[in-house]
């Protein structure tokens, strides 16, 4: 008796610290994967190993900062130079990645302090995102579920990417935005709720305007609780003045130089008058709070077309694509961006993975509503559920709502596996409990489980030629490949359009263009120049000063120039034909690259 006693007391002094010391736990599994993954990915790191040309561009807006350019300055001057292009994006991003530079830059030097930072900041909104998911799930499902919530977080595949050690971009800020979003939509105080809402979302307009489709999913769904149920009325008064106060304050304190006109692709006066509007209109309907629920709706869908119709009106520029571009970029290149096309557009194994979870995730919540109904907790769950499917359909629009997908998809991912693993470990027959637990862990964890069949099983595998693609775009962006470019006199280099950030991260050297819509004119100037005539190429190039070519043969954006243009300068650079105009200069036994000077 003694023993069972004793054994009791240790689960209940076990349940209780799940239950008092949450947060202090979860900070600390944060601690240990944080330091997993970056001794995992110590070679990435140690070689700054930037894979997405967002991280370089990233590294670069922090490296022009702490040199001396103006905070409200976004333009990067080696890309296009000398007169350089505008950044959309704001500084907010950049303060981790600075702050962490200059701590560590007296104790290990100005180079390692640098690829330090980069490993370490992608790990920073990991915690905060632990923290407002596992809120989430011990509100709707029980206290003692977050751990669950954590290990499924660590089985979403997508959403991890962002927050790998050297993804310095602002993406794992603005889905740890989002896990506060969620949290906030089911908290029980509803003034603390509305203002988590309202804030998380007014900090993820000014890191960019990605998370604006949930932000009005969000905005919807608390109006339509307020609908309801006048109760609610606290809430949305709350989020309204947190939403609109603090768009306005991230405009003042982080809107560059050039977001003070009325553009479309950030947080400029366009959506900060939006932003404004609809927390004004939402505190007076808050305010007015009538008894009647057809008044309230009416009230509700009024406000709504005052801020479509005004938006309509004020600013008709912005009724398209947010980039502004012109027909012939969004033709060449908006359009040919993979992760901006829909999830179906996607090959299978591409897909699946990002899909699956996301699925079960709606299922899940759709259940645990449904069982919910009439409780506390059933205008909570229908809040989520309304919040995840509305992620899930978004993949239907593009596949980079994939990472946001997932992450959403875990609360009801966890009150699935809650419900269904006490019922087949209730089961009188063995095989049920075995089989039934095993069937539950591979739908919960479907996401990872669907990734690591499409490795190991022959399903959908890229063909030979694509796996060379791949080599190549992998191998000509490290550091081992561009170093030796430092061997050169600094110069601008004209090369692809993807290639150009990585070139100003790692060289001394400016190149042309970059894969970012404001500086559409040069992509454009990049694009006629590899697909015209040798001629055309040349002339283009001294436009920009440019008196260095560098390409990457079998590298994805050369294969767009050969397709498009068979007999083009760049398909005659790959078929080895020379021009006197162009001198080859050596590069390194084995490099990928290959480099001319322009004459």
Same mark, same amino acid.
């Given at each position: 008796?003694?023993?069972?006693?004793?054994?009791?007391?240790?689960?209940?002094?076990?349940?209780?610290?799940?239950?008092?010391?949450?947060?202090?736990?979860?900070?600390?599994?944060?601690?240990?994967?944080?330091?997993?993954?970056?001794?995992?990915?110590?070679?990435? !790191?140690?070689?700054?190993?930037?894979?997405?040309?967002?991280?370089?561009?990233?590294?670069?807006?922090?490296?022009?900062?702490?040199?001396?350019?103006?905070?409200?300055?976004?333009?990067?001057?080696?890309?296009?130079?000398?007169?350089?292009?505008?950044?959309?994006?704001?500084?907010?991003?950049?303060?981790?990645?600075?702050?962490?530079?200059?701590?560590?830059?007296?104790?290990?030097?100005?180079?390692?302090?640098?690829?330090?930072?980069?490993?370490?900041?992608?790990?920073?909104?990991?915690? !905060?995102?632990?923290?407002?998911?596992?809120?989430?799930?011990?509100?709707?499902?029980?206290?003692?579920?977050?751990?669950?919530?954590?290990?499924?977080?660590?089985?979403?595949?997508?959403?991890?990417?962002?927050?790998?050690?050297?993804?310095?971009?602002?993406?794992?800020?603005?889905?740890?935005?989002?896990?506060?979003?969620?949290?906030?939509?089911?908290?029980?105080?509803?003034?603390?709720?509305?203002?988590?809402?309202?804030?998380?979302?007014?900090?993820?307009?000014?890191?960019?305007?990605?998370?604006?489709?949930?932000?009005?999913?969000?905005?919807?769904?608390?109006?339509?609780?307020?609908?309801?149920?006048?109760?609610?009325?606290?809430? @949305?008064?709350?989020?309204?003045?947190?939403?609109?106060?603090?768009?306005?304050?991230?405009?003042?304190?982080?809107?560059?130089?050039?977001?003070?006109?009325?553009?479309?692709?950030?947080?400029?006066?366009?959506?900060?008058?939006?932003?404004?509007?609809?927390?004004?209109?939402?505190?007076?309907?808050?305010?007015?709070?009538?008894?009647?629920?057809?008044?309230?709706?009416?009230?509700?869908?009024?406000?709504?077309?005052?801020?479509?119709?005004?938006?309509?009106?004020?600013?008709?520029?912005?009724?398209?694509?947010?980039?502004?571009?012109?027909?012939?970029?969004?033709?060449?290149?908006?359009?040919?961006?993979?992760?901006?096309?829909?999830?179906?557009?996607?090959?299978?194994?591409?897909?699946?993975?990002?899909?699956?979870?996301?699925?079960?995730?709606?299922?899940?919540?759709?259940?645990?509503?449904?069982?919910?109904?009439?409780?506390?907790?059933?205008?909570?769950?229908?809040?989520?559920?309304?919040?995840?499917?509305?992620?899930?359909?978004?993949?239907?629009?593009?596949?980079?709502?994939?990472?946001?997908?997932?992450?959403?998809?875990?609360?009801?991912?966890?009150?699935?596996?809650?419900?269904?693993?006490?019922?087949?470990?209730?089961?009188?027959?063995?095989?049920?409990?075995?089989?039934?637990?095993?069937?539950?862990?591979?739908?919960?964890?479907?996401?990872?489980?669907?990734?690591?069949?499409?490795?190991?099983?022959?399903?959908?595998?890229?063909?030979?030629?694509?796996?060379?693609?791949?080599?190549?775009?992998?191998?000509?962006?490290?550091?081992?490949?561009?170093?030796?470019?430092?061997?050169?006199?600094?110069?601008?280099?004209?090369?692809?359009?993807?290639?150009?950030?990585?070139?100003?991260?790692?060289?001394?050297?400016?190149?042309?263009?970059?894969?970012?819509?404001?500086?559409?004119?040069?992509?454009?100037?990049?694009?006629?120049?590899?697909?015209?005539?040798?001629?055309?190429?040349?002339?283009?190039?001294?436009?920009?000063?440019?008196? @260095?070519?560098?390409?990457?043969?079998?590298?994805?954006?050369?294969?767009?120039?050969?397709?498009?243009?068979?007999?083009?300068?760049?398909?005659?650079?790959?078929?080895?034909?020379?021009?006197?105009?162009?001198?080859?200069?050596?590069?390194?036994?084995?490099?990928?690259?290959?480099?001319?000077?322009?004459?």
């Amino acid at each position: 008796m003694m023993v069972e006693g004793s054994t009791l007391h240790g689960r209940s002094r076990f349940t209780r610290a799940l239950e008092r010391d949450w947060v202090s736990l979860t900070l600390l599994a944060w601690l240990g994967v944080a330091v997993y993954f970056v001794a995992q990915r110590w070679t990435g !790191i140690h070689f700054l190993q930037l894979g997405d040309t967002d991280d370089n561009m990233r590294l670069m807006q922090v490296r022009a900062w702490l040199g001396g350019q103006d905070w409200y300055d976004l333009r990067q001057y080696r890309l296009n130079p000398p007169g350089g292009y505008d950044m959309h994006w704001s500084r907010i991003v950049d303060l981790p990645i600075a702050g962490l530079i200059l701590l560590l830059r007296p104790f290990v030097g100005a180079r390692e302090a640098e690829m330090l930072a980069c490993g370490i900041a992608p790990l920073l909104p990991l915690a !905060i995102t632990f923290l407002g998911i596992g809120a989430t799930v011990r509100r709707l499902v029980s206290p003692y579920a977050w751990p669950l919530a954590i290990l499924l977080l660590l089985c979403c595949t997508a959403t991890l990417l962002m927050y790998m050690p050297e993804r310095i971009d602002h993406h794992g800020w603005q889905l740890a935005m989002l896990s506060l979003t969620v949290a906030g939509l089911c908290d029980p105080k509803p003034l603390r709720g509305g203002a988590i809402v309202g804030l998380a979302g007014a900090v993820s307009l000014a890191i960019g305007l990605e998370m604006l489709p949930y932000a009005a999913i969000a905005g919807a769904i608390l109006t339509l609780r307020w609908v309801w149920d006048r109760a609610e009325a606290p809430r @949305l008064t709350i989020y309204a003045l947190t939403l609109g106060a603090g768009s306005a304050l991230g405009y003042a304190l982080f809107a560059s130089y050039a977001n003070a006109v009325l553009r479309c692709d950030a947080l400029t006066p366009v959506w900060l008058s939006v932003m404004v509007m609809a927390g004004a209109l939402l505190f007076a309907l808050a305010w007015a709070n009538p008894q009647n629920r057809w008044v309230r709706l009416a009230l509700a869908v009024a406000a709504g077309a005052i801020i479509v119709i005004g938006f309509a009106l004020i600013f008709p520029q912005c009724l398209g694509r947010p980039e502004q571009a012109s027909p012939e970029l969004q033709k060449n290149w908006l359009n040919m961006i993979r992760e901006a096309r829909p999830i179906y557009a996607h090959p299978f194994r591409i897909a699946f993975p990002v899909a699956v979870l996301p699925v079960v995730g709606v299922l899940g919540a759709a259940v645990a509503t449904w069982r919910a109904r009439g409780t506390a907790l059933g205008l909570a769950w229908a809040t989520v559920l309304l919040f995840v499917t509305g992620a899930a359909l978004l993949l239907l629009w593009q596949v980079r709502a994939g990472p946001a997908a997932q992450m959403l998809a875990v609360p009801g991912a966890v009150a699935l596996g809650w419900m269904l693993v006490p019922y087949f470990q209730s089961s009188k027959s063995a095989l049920v409990r075995v089989f039934g637990t095993v069937a539950v862990i591979l739908l919960i964890g479907s996401g990872l489980f669907a990734g690591l069949a499409i490795r190991l099983l022959p399903i959908d595998r890229p063909d030979k030629r694509t796996q060379i693609v791949d080599r190549a775009s992998g191998n000509c962006p490290t550091m081992s490949a561009l170093r030796p470019l430092d061997r050169y006199p600094a110069q601008t280099i004209f090369s692809f359009v993807d290639l150009g950030p990585r070139i100003i991260t790692i060289t001394h050297h400016s190149a042309v263009a970059g894969p970012y819509h404001r500086n559409g004119n040069a992509i454009l100037d990049v694009q006629h120049a590899f697909s015209g005539t040798p001629e055309n190429f040349r002339m283009i190039a001294k436009r920009h000063g440019a008196t @260095l070519l560098l390409v990457c043969p079998n590298m994805a954006e050369s294969t767009i120039y050969r397709a498009r243009a068979p007999g083009g300068f760049y398909d005659q650079l790959a078929h080895r034909k020379t021009f006197d105009w162009l001198e080859p200069l050596p590069m390194p036994k084995k490099s990928p690259l290959r480099l001319w000077q322009i004459k």
